[in-house]
């Protein structure tokens, strides 16, 4: 089977979380940096590293064959040249489940630039904190 070329970022992520909807491994692997060396954090997991791992985890955890209902929110993105990194949230929850309230995750996701076309290098997901953080003050403070 021939990799397919992804001429954007947005084309990898979009193939990125249908592979994850629908649970397929092979679509999943197609959108990683097979020259470089690709990381990815689960929610909760461990950093893995190299496309072995990467591999075996995704594999791990699509065995179940669930599928999932994936809405995508709060897209920030950094670019350059040969590097894009979107940071987003995700909102995941099963599909056949009706009612159920969805999982949310923190995402960042880091794409490069190459001879094949766009490619995942960094996949990073985080749970959602419960609460919200403190707001922010920016005024200056005197310390004695």
């Known amino acids: 089977m021939t990799a397919p070329f992804?001429?954007?970022?947005?084309?990898?992520?979009?193939?990125f979380y249908d592979a994850l909807a629908r649970a397929d491994l092979e679509?999943?692997?197609?959108?990683?940096?097979?020259?470089?060396e690709?990381?990815?954090?689960h929610p909760g997991g461990p950093r893995l590293h190299g496309l072995p791992a990467i591999r075996d985890a995704w594999r791990q955890l699509f065995a179940s064959g669930?599928?999932?209902?994936?809405?995508l929110t709060d897209l920030l993105v950094q670019e350059s040249p040969m590097?894009?990194?979107?940071?987003?949230?995700?909102?995941?929850?099963?599909?056949?489940?009706a009612g159920q309230a969805?999982?949310?995750?923190l995402a960042?996701?880091?794409?490069?630039?190459?001879?094949?076309g766009w490619r995942m290098v960094l996949h990073h997901a985080s749970?959602?904190?419960m609460s919200a953080p403190p707001a922010r003050d920016d005024a200056p403070h005197t310390l004695h």
């Open 6 to 15: 992804f001429s954007s970022a947005e084309e990898v992520e979009v193939a």
């Open 27 to 36: 679509a999943m692997m197609a959108v990683w940096a097979e020259d470089d």
């Open 38 to 41: 690709p990381v990815c954090i």
């Open 66 to 71: 669930t599928r999932l209902r994936i809405r």
């Open 83 to 97: 590097f894009i990194v979107r940071n987003l949230i995700e909102e995941l929850s099963v599909e056949d489940i």
């Open 102 to 105: 969805p999982n949310v995750v």
């Open 108 to 116: 960042t996701n880091i794409y490069a630039s190459g001879p094949q």
């Open 127 to 129: 749970p959602m904190p």
